[in-house]
């Protein structure tokens, strides 16, 4: 399995402060089927700032020591990237980092709101040839309220990432089922970790995976796991046509 975002990096953000406490999640995270992780530390999300070359540093000293410890697990670089006014320009100076240097980006939208300048500044970064990743849409307030905020974006072509708690109901039946709707709508397009730790915060990907087998069948957790697989090779992922969130019964392209 491949996971898109964790926050396995020490002491860069909210992720695990020593190294000891990261190795200890790349260790749960091998143990259960995790090959390939995408480390994401927050960036310009108000509390950390991580540039691109920082990442980078970060990353080879990681692998360097995972290999010494002998984990069989191989990290990626990328970024959360926090949703701000100068994003492109901050892309065009070399500060923002994709995931495994691809053309997918990992975007963070604040979790009260969407703000008004969201579709403009995707749309930028699109003319640049990127291909922008909400981050856990199903976690913000307004995307609950008003899903059809979502859905005109996912329309012009971003796509999104949910949760692995959140498929597994770790984060509430409320969250829990409004994910389940954005699976249905065909505005879900991958389910990466997002892990901060081995214990609040841990893995669930697997656990992800067979809830969405179970809910869907084996064609959706196919789709799910073989997006995060193109997007590292760079390649251009399944995405069907999204719908508005208002149906029961689920007419999805699996």
Same mark, same amino acid.
């Given at each position: ?10 002491? &860069? ?9 990261? /190795? ?5 995270? +091998?143990?259960?089927? &995790? ?12 509390? !950390? ?6 990442? $980078?540093?970060? %990353? ?17 670089? #990328? ?5 701000? #006014? ?7 100076? #070399? ?8 053309? !997918?980006? /990992? ?19 699109? %003319? ?5 990743? $909400? ?18 974006l996912v329309e012009k072509g971003i796509l999104t990432q949910v949760t692995a708690s959140s498929a597994t109901g770790h ?16 505005? +879900?397009?991958?389910? +990466? ?15 992800? !995976? ?20 193109? %997007? %590292? ?5 399944? +995405? ?15």
């Open positions: 399995m491949i996971d898109l975002h964790c926050h396995i990096l020490p002491n &860069i953000d909210d992720g695990p402060k020593t190294i000891e406490a990261s /190795l200890e999640m790349a260790r749960h995270a +091998a143990e259960t089927g &995790i090959k390939t992780i995408i480390a994401t530390p927050h960036h310009k999300n108000g509390s !950390y700032e991580n540039p691109k070359q920082t990442i $980078i540093q970060n %990353v080879q000293t990681y692998n360097d020591r995972l290999k010494a410890e002998g984990i069989d697990i191989v990290v990626q670089p #990328g970024q959360e990237n926090r949703i701000f #006014g100068e994003i492109s320009e901050d892309y065009d100076a #070399g500060m923002l980092q994709t995931i495994a240097d691809t053309s !997918y980006i /990992l975007i963070e939208l604040p979790s009260s709101h969407v703000p008004r300048y969201t579709g403009r500044l995707l749309f930028d970064l699109q %003319v640049k040839g990127l291909k922008p990743i $909400i981050v856990h849409p199903e976690r913000n307030s307004e995307i609950i309220s008003h899903p059809d905020t979502l859905y005109h984060f509430g039946k409320k969250i829990q089922k409004f994910t389940f709707e954005l699976i249905e709508a065909q505005m +879900a397009h991958f389910i +990466a970790s997002d892990a901060h730790n081995v214990t609040s915060r841990s893995f669930k990907l697997r656990e992800a !995976y067979e809830v969405v087998e179970k809910e869907y069948g084996i064609e959706a957790r196919f789709y799910f796991q073989e997006n995060a697989e193109l %997007v %590292v090779r760079n390649q251009t992922v399944y +995405a069907g046509q999204p719908e508005r969130i208002k149906k029961k019964k689920f007419l999805g392209i699996f």
